[in-house]
């Protein structure tokens, strides 16, 4: 049981560039989410799916895509790369169906910069 | 924005001593959550307290909420060097419980 699978771990771009950022969880969790972690700012959310086929923004969502396809997947897409999307990525999932009272599960974080 | 405030930003003890870390929030709650991360590392889950609880109890950790007061606490009793580390509060919206908002951490430093 992997859990939550986050590559690359390190990415380095520049601006203006394109990437995909992937997530994928092994533990059948319906939701998944992206975070962004900047010093001194804690995570910020910023886009989140209940479901294949559904998804919702956080509070950061400019910039970035994504899609939900299958449960098991959720990448996030940096579709034109800006020096002040340089951060650490972090995907987190959560099982127990839609249960307000189940903690989230974090993958290891992808280090992104954008020069 | 709900994103809530963590107290210390920093706090440095000797191995043994207890350690404390306050978490205020801003609107109403579901429930709130702990989480620690190492260097480098993702997020894990600590403990779990609803709106409804006062006090929690998990092994070492000790979680208080005072919703009256939208705030919480974190204690760690007879702190070991492994607890070294940054803690994180987070807290859900009453009305979106899919939205999760987190405090800015405390990096706790534990002296062996």
């Known amino acids: 049981n992997a859990g939550v699978t986050q590559t690359p771990k390190f990415q380095v771009l520049k601006t203006g560039q394109s990437m995909t950022l992937q997530c994928a969880q092994d533990?059948?969790?319906?939701?998944m989410s992206w975070y962004r972690q900047d010093p001194g700012m804690g995570l910020r959310l910023i886009h989140y799916?209940?479901?294949?086929?559904?998804?919702d923004q956080g509070e950061v969502p400019n910039g970035y895509n994504v899609s939900r396809s299958t449960t098991e997947d959720f990448p996030l897409r940096l579709l034109s790369a800006a020096p002040s999307q340089t951060s650490v990525y972090f995907c987190?999932?959560?099982?127990?169906?839609?249960?307000?009272?189940?903690?989230?599960?974090f993958g290891n974080g992808t280090r992104l910069t954008v020069t | 924005s709900q994103q809530g405030e963590e107290d210390p930003q920093a706090l440095s003890i000797q191995e043994g001593e207890n350690a404390t870390m306050n978490c205020s929030y801003k609107?109403?709650?579901?429930?709130l959550q702990w989480y620690r991360q190492n260097s480098g590392r993702g997020l894990v889950h600590l403990i779990l307290?609803?709106?409804?609880?006062r006090e929690k109890h998990s092994g070492r950790l000790r979680v208080t909420l005072d919703t009256s007061k939208k705030s919480s606490s974190l204690l760690i009793t007879a702190s070991r060097a492994a607890d070294t580390a940054s803690y994180f509060c987070?807290?859900?919206?009453?009305?979106?419980?899919?939205?999760?908002?987190f405090g800015s951490g405390t990096k706790l430093n534990v002296k062996p």
């Open positions: 987190a999932s959560r099982g127990q169906g839609m249960s307000y009272n189940s903690p989230l599960h």
């Open positions: 533990m059948n969790h319906e939701y």
């Open positions: 799916s209940v479901g294949a086929g559904i998804t």
């Open positions: 609107t109403s709650i579901n429930n």
């Open positions: 307290i609803r709106s409804n609880e």
């Open positions: 987070a807290t859900d919206g009453k009305s979106n419980f899919n939205k999760f908002y």
